[in-house]
Nanobody, 125 residues
Framework: QVQLVESGGGSVQAGGSLRLSCAAS????????IGWFRQAPGKEREFVAL????????DYADSVKGRFTCSRDNAKNTHYLQMNSLRPEDTAVYYC??????????????????WGQGTQVTVSS
């Protein structure tokens, strides 16, 4: 079973940047697609970004396109979400998740198999 540990959250002012990291405990995670999701208070968990197992495919929610970039370093079993030009509406708990079916790229949270514990991102105006 893969464990995912996120880090890098924090508080920034609008326009600032943060980079979230998601470290996987097993080398087999190199074959998994990784999704990033967020959940704000009182709202459902929503898709933010994804990167497929070899980094060849990425996809982003319209709300973050052009501002967020996901990447992965399979040699380190670590995945990243670079967040630039942050806005107050980006405030949420951010989660990384692993999908063990790499041929099925999905934005649906229920189709991901493993989840990190989440990291808080707070953007002030």
């Amino acid at each position: 079973q893969v464990q995912l540990v996120e880090s890098g959250g924090g508080s920034v002012q609008a326009g600032g940047s943060l980079r979230l990291s998601c470290a996987a405990s097993l080398r087999t995670a190199r074959t998994y697609n990784i999704g990033w999701f967020r959940q704000a208070p009182g709202k459902e968990r929503e898709f933010v970004a994804l990167i497929n197992w070899n980094g060849g495919t990425t996809d982003y929610a319209d709300s973050v396109k052009g501002r967020f970039t996901c990447s992965r370093d399979n040699a380190k079993n670590t995945h990243y979400l670079q967040m630039n030009s942050l806005r107050p509406e980006d405030t949420a708990v951010y989660y990384c998740a692993a999908d063990i079916t790499p041929w099925d790229i999905t934005k649906t949270p229920n189709e991901y198999n493993y989840w990190g514990q989440g990291t808080q991102v707070t953007v002030s105006s």
